[in-house]
């Protein structure tokens, strides 16, 4: 009698909480959990972000950033983790990222960009995804990471997902509404499979 042999088990998940001291660092930048203390700094960046991008932040997004930061943790389907870039040097706010739990079974998550908007240098996201991904497929146990872009992301920008090795899996149609206007995304991924790969040719 023959009989298929069982599946390898997933190893568990490893939950990251609020209060969980993380702090990533590589590079140029520091990535840590965003705190309340960091509300001033927060609505700083969303001020510079209207007067250079054009991207606006809700009128209520003080209120929302202090619920997200309450709220903050990877444990269960859909919760999200409130990420704040600061450099290195002086250790100011320069960036947010959310990582969202999409799936526990399916051990995937998307990648927040702050407010949809482009990033200020391609090398600092560079620097935040050599801090991030290795603590999120190694430590924390994850098997993918999505991001959904824009179709106007700068060239330098979506090189830089590319380079660390998210690849375009393809476009959604009318995936986001800005208000006005249904507007495509671009899929791109990463797994932790491959991301162990290319470190090994780095290696």
Known sequence: MCTEPLPSPIPALHPVLRRHLLHLAHGGVIVRPLHRNDLNEWL?????????????????????????????????????????????????????????????????????????????????????????????????????????????????????????GFAHEGVLRGQHYDGQHWQDRHLHALTAPEWRRRQGELG
Request: hydrophobic residues 40%; proline residues 5%.
């Open 44 to 164: 700083g960046l969303c001020v510079t972000r209207r007067a250079q991008h054009g991207f606006s932040c809700r009128p209520d997004a003080d209120v929302q950033l202090l619920i997200g930061v309450q709220r903050s943790r990877l444990q269960f389907d859909n919760d999200q983790l409130l990420l704040g870039v600061f450099d290195a040097s002086s250790r100011r706010l320069v960036d947010q990222l959310g990582v969202r739990l999409q799936s526990t079974q399916a051990r995937s998550a998307e990648l927040h960009p702050f407010c949809q908007g482009p990033w200020r240098g391609a090398e600092r996201l560079r620097d935040t995804l050599h801090a991030l991904c290795p603590f999120l497929f190694e430590q924390v146990g994850l098997h993918r990471l999505f991001v959904l872009l824009p179709a106007r992301t700068p060239a330098a920008i979506a090189s830089a997902w590319t380079e660390a």
